[in-house]
Nanobody, 115 residues
């Protein structure tokens, strides 16, 4: 089992920045991918960004150039730096930890961007 603890959500004005963190603990295997997904009211959960244990990243087109995902493998922690936030970025952001065999989700953290 893997436990994920997210932090860093909140309320920010459009154009502002937030940094999300997600710390993993438990049965961590070295070959994994961590990422952030989000779900706005009435919409399906969508990928925001992912990063492998080797450092390869993938971003949704809507956040490219504004968001940066990074990780500290020594701390089993993934970060999402969100800049130039827009009202349409408002959602619950979920952290995901995945291996070849399993996937685990955090409890979610609310990000609200006011116009």
């Amino acid at each position: 089992q893997v436990q994920l603890v997210e932090s860093g959500g909140g309320l920010v004005q459009a154009g502002g920045s937030l940094r999300l963190s997600c710390a993993a603990s438990g049965s961590i295997v070295s070959n994994n991918a961590m990422g952030w997904y989000r779900q706005a009211p009435g919409k399906q959960r969508e990928l925001v960004a992912t990063i492998t244990s080797g450092g390869s990243t993938n971003y949704a087109d809507s956040v490219k150039g504004r968001f940066t995902i990074s990780r500290d493998n020594a701390k089993d922690t993934v970060y999402l730096q969100m800049n130039r936030l827009k009202p349409e970025d408002t959602a619950v952001y979920y952290c995901k930890f995945a291996t070849v065999f399993n996937a685990y989700w955090g409890q979610g953290t609310q990000v609200t961007v006011s116009s």
